[in-house]
Nanobody
């Protein structure tokens, strides 16, 4: 089992950048595909990005492609989401998640963090 804790959220102006971190404990991240999800007020939680176990395969939802970058450091048991050119519609609670799979996936996540708020002002 793995425990996940997100950090790095905050308030930023449109066009700005933030870097989210996800720290894992309990089991090494190298066993898991990792993903980022977000949930805006009044909306369903949605997939943002995923990284395969090794980090060699990544997947992004179309609305963030070219602006967000997912990365991981298995030696540090951490995962990151670099968010550039932020837009007000990126405002949401961002969650990291772990799935016991080998390739990047948009579903099948068993472990979730508590979330970190990202607010983008216009």
């Amino acid at each position: 089992q793995v425990q996940l804790v997100e950090s790095g959220g905050g308030v930023v102006q449109a066009g700005g950048s933030l870097r989210l971190s996800c720290a894992a404990s309990g089991r090494t991240l190298s066993f898991y595909t990792m993903g980022w999800f977000r949930q805006a007020p009044g909306k369903e939680r949605e997939f943002v990005a995923a990284s395969s176990r090794s980090g060699s395969i990544t997947d992004y939802t179309s609305s963030v492609k070219g602006r967000f970058t997912i990365s991981r450091d298995n030696a540090k048991n951490s995962m990151y989401l670099q968010m550039n050119s932020l837009k007000p519609e990126d405002t949401a609670v961002y969650y990291c998640a772990a799935a016991p799979r080998s390739t990047a996936t948009r579903g099948g996540y068993d472990y979730w963090g508590q979330g970190t708020q990202v607010t983008v002002s216009s």
